[in-house]
Every structure is written in structure tokens, then in C-alpha cells.
């Protein structure tokens, strides 16, 4: 079975092995990278692991492109890839996104064992916030990120609404990849067996556009959730800010953004079984002297750059504005809930 996920990048060097290593152990075995201006060596590290047969890298077509809608343009040229149509199934998700499975042995394998008519699935992200952590280090995500918004929605308006990718299979007939979730054309829209993450069927409208979120009671993580790693720390904001808008060049990551996912009420640890096995595979690629230069170069180049950044005033100020919006909302017992 190939099992494809599609993904555009920039300057997320320290994080790569971490993501790909995980997402290999679960049963993704066919990876689209895409990668534009980059500077941190993310590009590199990509060659690389191409050359090792592990992902497939291509330049992001808005290189040539007059605009800056890097996302955007990733889903028109997959959209005319054939690979796609040799695959049994397709992802289309970012890099600081980890699919975590919650039934079975937490493999694509027991999710689609515990789904077996799904043809689409959606699964809703679930927003993990900075957890108080402030320096930017090399250790694993999700080890080290365990703060998240509630699983449960108790809330309504904006904040009841959440974000969500979708598993796609060729049987499902998709006229389109989208970011969110496929296109159908009418006549397929109807009939294909379109569920969520607890097996509930999605709703009908929507399904020859494009649903991006959902709202209770389809908000569900019984079987699988997409755990989203916004911020990181602190520093790694910076660094995010300074990168840009990977879909809107003039909107980069403020303080409106900060809040909006330094989301710490509660916690979760449903993927910490693969701590180890991500650890243990992040060392096998790092045997190759290649990616070991390539990522330590990564890490340290992240390092040098958020040290420069904290001395530019406007960086200096949304440093220290994240850590008091942050500590407002944070107790001697933990956060205080946002969501």
C-alpha cells in the first residue's frame, strides 16, 4: 500500500527528522516535499534524504511563480502529478503536524482496520501551546510539547470550531487535493463514505469546495487526532515570525497568532508510545555523516539566528509581549483554560 503524504517547507531544518522518522514508524512510506528560500539548510537536508530514497524533494513551483502563495501553489502542481493516482492513500499536511493514532498499535494500519469503509477521513487538529517553554532546543517535539487545548468542546462561537486535514484514498474518486480536505464532483460527493475521526459521517455540504473546520459534536479524537505544534518555544516563535506567511507574504506571525494557539489547558501524551522508537530512528538516518553535518548545521543555525533576532527591537518586544500574554494565563497549578 502507498501511503503519500504532501508537504511544503521552510527553515524547518532542526524539526525534519523528528517529523519524517515518526510519520515513517506509523505507516507513511511515500513522502512529496516541496521547499522554497530556504535558509537553514532545509533544503540540503531534503537532497539529501532524497538521495537516501526516503522522501522525494522538488523545488516549490512558486519559485517561478510572481507571488508569494507557497501552500497554494504546492496543491496546483500535485494536483497534475500522476503519482497521486498511484497512490492508495493521500496527506496533505505541514511539518509541524504529527498524525496521532489512538487505537490499536497506533499505525495507519489500525486506524484503517478500525474505519474499514471510510474512503475519506478527517482528523481535527488539537492545538498544543508553548507549555511554558521558552528556549529553542534540540529535543523531540513530542516529548517535550505536552500542553494542548481541551480534547473536549465545552465552548461555542470561534473557539468551537476547529481545524482539520483529511485522509484521502483513490477509491474515494477525489476530483481535487485540497489543503483541508478533497474535492468531489457532485456526483461522487453523495456517495463516498466521508467520516471523521470517531467514525461519524462528515457532513454533505462542503464537499465539492473545501471544509477546513468543524464544529461539535463532529469535533471528535476517539481514533486519531492531528496534534499541532504552532509555536513551539518561545525563541522558535521568533523564528517563525521572521520566516513569514507561508500563503500570505505580508502576514507575518504576531501577537494576534501567539494567542490564538498558546493553548495550555490541559494535557496530552497519546503519542509519547513512540518516543523512543522516534528517537531510535531519528539515530539510524544520523548514521549517514551527511544528515548528521546537515542537521547539527540546522540547529546551530537556528541558535546564531534567534540570538540576532532578540537584539532587533521589534523581535526583542514580541519576545517579552509572548512571555507576559503567556504568564497571565498561567497559574501556580498550571494554565488556566483559554479554549
Same mark, same amino acid.
Given at each position: 500500500?502507498?501511503?503519500?503524504?504532501?508537504?511544503?517547507?521552510?527553515?524547518?531544518?532542526?524539526?525534519?527528522?523528528?517529523?519524517?522518522? =515518526?510519520?515513517?514508524?506509523?505507516?507513511?512510506?511515500?513522502?512529496? %516535499?516541496? #521547499?522554497?528560500?530556504?535558509?537553514?539548510? #532545509?533544503?540540503?537536508? !531534503?537532497?539529501?534524504?532524497?538521495?537516501?530514497?526516503? %522522501?522525494?524533494?522538488?523545488?516549490?513551483?512558486?519559485?517561478?511563480?510572481?507571488?508569494?502563495?507557497?501552500?497554494?501553489?504546492?496543491?496546483?502542481?500535485?494536483?497534475?502529478?500522476?503519482? !497521486? *493516482?498511484?497512490?492508495?492513500?493521500?496527506?496533505?499536511?505541514?511539518?509541524? +503536524?504529527?498524525?496521532?493514532?489512538?487505537?490499536?498499535?497506533?499505525? !495507519?494500519? /489500525?486506524?484503517?482496520?478500525?474505519?474499514? +469503509?471510510?474512503?475519506?477521513?478527517?482528523?481535527?487538529?488539537?492545538?498544543?501551546?508553548?507549555?511554558?517553554?521558552?528556549?529553542?532546543?534540540?529535543?523531540?517535539?513530542?516529548?517535550?510539547?505536552?500542553?494542548?487545548?481541551?480534547?473536549?468542546?465545552?465552548?461555542?462561537?470561534?473557539?468551537?470550531?476547529?481545524? !482539520? *486535514?483529511?485522509?484521502?484514498?483513490?477509491? /474515494?474518486?477525489?476530483? &481535487?487535493?485540497?489543503?483541508?480536505?478533497?474535492?468531489?464532483?457532485?456526483?461522487?460527493?453523495?456517495?463516498?463514505?466521508?467520516?471523521?475521526?470517531?467514525?461519524?459521517?462528515?457532513?454533505?455540504?462542503?464537499?465539492?469546495?473545501?471544509?477546513?473546520?468543524?464544529?461539535?459534536?463532529?469535533?471528535?479524537?476517539?481514533?486519531?487526532?492531528?496534534?499541532? =505544534? /504552532?509555536? &513551539?518555544?518561545?525563541?522558535?516563535?521568533?523564528?517563525?515570525? /521572521?520566516?513569514?506567511?507561508?500563503?500570505?507574504? @505580508? *502576514?507575518?506571525?504576531?501577537?494576534?497568532?501567539? &494567542?490564538?494557539?498558546?493553548?495550555?489547558?490541559?494535557?496530552?501524551?497519546?503519542?509519547?508510545?513512540?518516543?523512543?522508537?522516534?528517537?531510535?530512528?531519528?539515530?539510524?538516518?544520523?548514521?549517514?555523516?551527511?544528515?548528521?553535518?546537515?542537521?547539527?548545521?540546522? %540547529?546551530?543555525?537556528?541558535?546564531?539566528?534567534?540570538?540576532?533576532?532578540? #537584539? @532587533?527591537?521589534?523581535?526583542?518586544?514580541? =519576545? *517579552?509581549?509572548? &512571555?507576559?500574554?503567556?504568564?497571565?494565563?498561567?497559574?501556580?497549578?498550571?494554565?488556566?483554560?483559554?479554549?
Amino acid at each position: 500500500m502507498r501511503i503519500t503524504s504532501v508537504t511544503p517547507m521552510k527553515d524547518e531544518g532542526p524539526f525534519i527528522l523528528e517529523w519524517l522518522a =515518526y510519520h515513517r514508524l506509523i505507516g507513511f512510506n511515500d513522502f512529496i %516535499v516541496f #521547499t522554497n528560500d530556504c535558509s537553514d539548510g #532545509t533544503d540540503r537536508m !531534503l537532497d539529501r534524504l532524497d538521495e537516501l530514497g526516503l %522522501v522525494r524533494h522538488l523545488p516549490n513551483p512558486s519559485m517561478m511563480m510572481d507571488h508569494g502563495r507557497h501552500h497554494w501553489a504546492v496543491l496546483e502542481y500535485v494536483n497534475h502529478m500522476g503519482r !497521486l *493516482k498511484r497512490s492508495d492513500w493521500v496527506f496533505s499536511f505541514d511539518v509541524d +503536524e504529527f498524525l496521532c493514532i489512538k487505537t490499536g498499535d497506533g499505525t !495507519l494500519g /489500525a486506524l484503517f482496520d478500525a474505519l474499514p +469503509e471510510a474512503e475519506a477521513i478527517s482528523v481535527n487538529q488539537l492545538i498544543f501551546g508553548s507549555g511554558g517553554e521558552r528556549n529553542f532546543e534540540d529535543r523531540l517535539q513530542i516529548e517535550r510539547f505536552t500542553r494542548c487545548q481541551y480534547l473536549e468542546v465545552t465552548s461555542t462561537g470561534r473557539r468551537a470550531r476547529r481545524g !482539520l *486535514k483529511t485522509l484521502t484514498s483513490r477509491a /474515494a474518486g477525489m476530483a &481535487r487535493l485540497s489543503n483541508h480536505s478533497p474535492r468531489f464532483d457532485e456526483a461522487r460527493a453523495a456517495t463516498v463514505k466521508w467520516v471523521n475521526a470517531a467514525g461519524m459521517d462528515m457532513p454533505m455540504e462542503g464537499r465539492t469546495t473545501e471544509i477546513k473546520t468543524l464544529d461539535a459534536p463532529l469535533i471528535r479524537h476517539d481514533l486519531a487526532q492531528l496534534n499541532h =505544534y /504552532a509555536l &513551539r518555544s518561545a525563541d522558535s516563535f521568533l523564528m517563525q515570525s /521572521a520566516r513569514g506567511n507561508a500563503n500570505h507574504p @505580508d *502576514k507575518a506571525a504576531s501577537m494576534t497568532y501567539w &494567542r490564538r494557539y498558546d493553548l495550555n489547558a490541559t494535557r496530552d501524551r497519546s503519542i509519547a508510545r513512540w518516543i523512543e522508537p522516534v528517537r531510535a530512528e531519528i539515530a539510524r538516518m544520523r548514521e549517514d555523516p551527511e544528515i548528521d553535518a546537515l542537521h547539527r548545521a540546522a %540547529v546551530e543555525h537556528h541558535r546564531t539566528r534567534i540570538a540576532e533576532l532578540k #537584539t @532587533d527591537p521589534h523581535y526583542a518586544h514580541l =519576545y *517579552k509581549r509572548s &512571555r507576559i500574554v503567556h504568564e497571565r494565563t498561567w497559574d501556580a497549578d498550571g494554565p488556566i483554560a483559554k479554549d
